[in-house]
């Protein structure tokens, strides 16, 4: 069981496939400003473009930031 009861557990994270930034967001805690000054300076998981209005990042790269493997 997660610390904070408004963050999800990491078995709700698929094991593939891609989350936008509002899924990301509810498993780190963290200001949407935060999360891109973090992808800006490579601190959490470069996104995926999948056209000019849409990113995204795989949700192997979030699981793996949560679980510490990142960096």
Known sequence: MSKDAKIP????????????????????PVSRSNWWAGVKSHRFPQPIKLSERVTCWRASDIRALIEGGHE
Not at 18 to 24: G, H, N, P, S, T
Request: proline residues 5%.
């Open 9 to 28: 557990d990491l078995q709700e994270i698929p094991q593939t496939g891609l989350l936008r930034i509002k899924q990301v967001l509810q498993f780190v």
